[in-house]
């Protein structure tokens, strides 16, 4: 499974032990001491290891499936959440997951049903009434969705973080009715209990996105240019690979979109933001003065490295022979010295869109929460964080020696087979009239952008910002170089 690390085989080793001892509640719990950490990837495959030894267990499925969930991997995570019902039909949580799912790919009917049914049984099971909410909001029912969101952010016996996210919702659901000013009040007082909640991330001595953008950019400048140009080639793709590619640009770019696009051709297989970096990331990334070091990558390391990111490939299931692999991934923008010094073939797709819609957006959006998406829940953050990575993005373009291909949202919107005619150009395909079919394909996507996919090209959030313009006040000069340099002006 990807995402594992090296340091991740005495935990399994224990947890391989204790079911040799018979001692399944002890293995059952080391799991969930994985998955209480966030370490999401261990806990599935330690999850995987119980349900081998003991296949009828619910609990061990549930939990699987939860892991699953974590790490976007809903198909997964479905299969898992209806063995556990099938285990155990009294088994509430696992019937709320799958409303929650099914309503994610916009299978309301589906998605009302299980709601209903967790519902019955804990009137005030929060994911259930999610689900619900989620349904109310797309089917754009915002009254209903506004007083179920309202009625779970009030009730003091939840969760701080289930009544944030009501809170989010219910200014979803303002939005929706038009209720501007009001939706961005409740977008603020949500980000702000998710902000005390999450504050860890901004301790003293952490990396939030906008401190690693800038460190990025004191350590490559002081790099030798030299070194980041392509040397002997590191041979052929693996496992059959025509090409590779990389969909980059930010969260709410339209990454998302471009990725399900390309996914309907029938030579591309795009891998929707998966860790199959992680081991490059956190060495050369994460870790101070890593891009010197990276800039400095013996060919045998490079070798190796593409190894562990096409078993990953294959971990996850997806096909490479014969096909373009498209790794689409908004913070890949962060990541290109370490694209192009292990794909130095690869080809990077970036996506634009008006920077006051893509902040805005953010800002509105509940994220899972990471170093970066930390940076959302106030809207300066935000900006700056945006700021920071655009001019990353315009350092490593023009040092870089990856071709890069431009493509905006909204020129998507305005004129799809052309723009996709000229995205397939680039990438060496020849243009399918199945690409303009992509939404159906798009209902098991995990990011924030899911649902907008699904309902395919609209053009309802083009110039959203408007409506916000006076709360955008005080980020506007920031973003102003951005929007005239992407053509927004």
């Not at 869109?353 to 902040?359: A, G, H, L, T």
Request: net charge negative; glycine share 8%.
């Amino acid at each position: 499974m990807s995402g594992l690390s090296a340091d991740s085989r005495p935990f399994l080793n224990a947890v391989d032990s204790a079911l040799r001892r018979d001692d399944r509640d002890a293995a059952i719990a080391l799991a969930l001491r994985a998955l209480d950490a966030g370490q999401f990837a261990l806990a599935a495959r330690a999850f995987q290891a119980v349900i081998a030894a003991e296949p009828f267990s619910a609990q061990a499925h549930y939990y699987e499936g939860f892991a699953e969930e974590q790490l976007g991997q809903l198909e997964r995570a479905e299969r898992s959440y209806r063995e556990a019902h099938r285990l155990d039909p009294a088994m509430t949580d696992a019937v709320a997951r799958l409303a929650s799912l099914a309503a994610r790919r916009g299978d309301h009917d589906r998605a009302r049903t299980f709601a209903d049914e967790a519902l019955t049984r804990h009137p005030h099971h929060a994911v259930a009434h999610f689900a619900h909410v989620v349904c109310d909001l797309g089917d754009g029912r915002f009254g209903e969705a506004e007083q179920r969101a309202r009625a779970i952010a009030g009730n003091p016996e939840m969760m701080p973080l289930v009544r944030a996210n009501a809170t989010s919702f219910a200014a979803d659901a303002l939005d929706g009715q038009g209720r501007h000013a009001d939706a961005f009040a409740l977008y603020a007082l949500a980000n702000e209990s998710l902000r005390a909640l999450y504050r860890g991330f901004g301790a003293p001595g952490r990396e939030t996105g906008s401190i690693l953008a800038a460190r990025l950019a004191g350590e490559f400048a002081a790099t030798s240019q030299v070194a980041w140009q392509s040397e002997a080639s590191p041979g052929p793709l693996p496992d059959g690979a025509l090409g590779i590619a990389f969909v980059i640009g930010f969260p709410r770019s339209g990454t998302t979109l471009l990725g399900q696009i390309l996914a309907a051709h029938s030579r591309v297989s795009t891998i929707e933001e998966k860790p199959l970096l992680a081991e490059g990331l956190q060495t050369f990334i994460h870790s101070p003065g890593g891009l010197a070091r990276l800039s400095e990558m013996p060919p045998t390391e490079v070798a190796r490295l593409r190894q562990v990111y096409f078993a990953g490939v294959r971990d996850e299931g997806v096909a490479a022979q014969g096909r373009v692999i498209v790794d689409q991934a908004p913070f890949n923008t962060l990541h290109l010295p370490l694209v192009a010094k292990l794909f130095p073939e690869a080809k990077i797709v970036f996506a634009a869109r008006d920077p006051r819609d893509i902040v805005l957006s953010c800002f509105r959006r509940l994220f899972a929460m990471n170093a970066y998406v930390y940076e959302f829940l106030t809207l300066a953050g935000t900006a700056e964080f945006y700021d920071r990575t655009m001019q990353l993005a315009g350092t490593f373009r023009t040092a870089l020696p990856v071709p890069w291909f431009d493509i905006r949202n909204e020129d998507v919107v305005a004129d799809f087979a052309g723009e996709v005619r000229r995205l397939c150009a680039f990438l060496g395909l020849a243009y399918e009239d199945a690409m303009q079919d992509f939404a159906g394909r798009a209902r098991a996507s995990a990011t924030p952008s899911a649902m907008q996919v699904i309902r395919g090209i609209k053009g309802d959030g083009v110039g959203h910002w408007r409506n916000y313009e006076a709360e955008l006040a005080p980020v506007l000069p920031v973003l102003a170089p951005w929007v005239e340099r992407f053509g927004y002006e």
